[in-house]
């Protein structure tokens, strides 16, 4: 139990449509990133959110964005959806500053049709 | 892009012997962490090793890290089929500012231990 929540676990869209995927926190972490995990890959680093201001993005496209709150808690927005969005969406929290252990949620799977 | 490589890819040993996976990163970095993944579900923190430290232990886990060589290994003795998953390397770069959320991942191992 990481204290790290997401939803929804599972969605289904259609290509062209857009989806929020939403995450909670850990209680007192300050940052929060999101990674998309390709089946049988590795997950992916599409950007980081600290004090509601994104300061870390990875190689993805600008329809892909997010918002985190002031309880820190955060969104992804993807719009457009493509085939290729298919994947498990992980969201990870943590304190800000380095070397701080980084806790993943359960993911939400996305499923573009 | 993946800064690490994960070795092997996949892994079948029996209940009770141990499991070695290696990582190898390419850039400097603060830290190591290692995770584990149960089919399809989220990534469970194992064990973190800094830039500075050689080796560390938790439980039935042990990781060493090798800077100079950019390699690290994670040992699990006496292992059992719970123990079943994929296991991630991941690297934080030792970049400062604001890099610190931001980790990149091998390809992972897959360890299956048989009853």
């Known amino acids: 139990e990481t204290g790290v929540t997401q939803s929804p676990t599972h969605l289904i869209k259609t290509r062209g449509q857009q989806v929020t995927l939403r995450c909670s926190s850990q209680s007192g972490h300050n940052t929060v990133s999101w990674y998309q995990q390709a089946l049988g890959q590795g997950p992916q680093f599409i950007f980081q959110y600290y004090r509601e201001e994104e300061n870390g993005r990875g190689n993805f496209p600008p329809r892909f964005s997010g918002l985190q709150f002031p309880n820190y808690s955060s969104e992804l927005n993807v719009n457009a959806l493509e085939l290729d969005d298919s994947a498990l969406y992980l969201c990870?929290?943590?304190?800000?500053?380095?070397?701080?252990?980084?806790?993943f949620g359960e993911g939400s799977w996305l499923t573009v049709v | 892009s993946q800064q690490g490589e994960e070795d092997p890819q996949a892994l079948s040993i029996q209940e009770g012997e141990n499991a070695t996976m290696n990582c190898s990163y390419k850039t400097s970095i603060n830290n190591l962490q290692w995770y584990r993944q149960n089919s399809g579900r989220g990534l469970v923190h194992l064990i973190l090793?800094?830039?500075?430290?050689r080796e560390k232990h938790s439980g039935r886990l042990r990781v060493t890290l090798d800077t100079s060589k950019k390699s690290s290994s994670l040992l699990i003795t006496a292992s059992r089929a719970a123990d079943t998953a994929s296991y991630f390397c991941?690297?934080?770069?030792?970049?400062?500012?604001?890099?610190?959320?931001?980790?990149?991942f091998g390809q992972g191992t897959i360890l299956t231990v048989h009853p």
């Open positions: 090793i800094r830039s500075n430290e």
């Open positions: 991941a690297t934080a770069p030792n970049a400062g500012g604001t890099s610190y959320g931001k980790l990149t």
């Open positions: 990870a929290s943590s304190l800000a500053g380095t070397g701080n252990t980084i806790y």
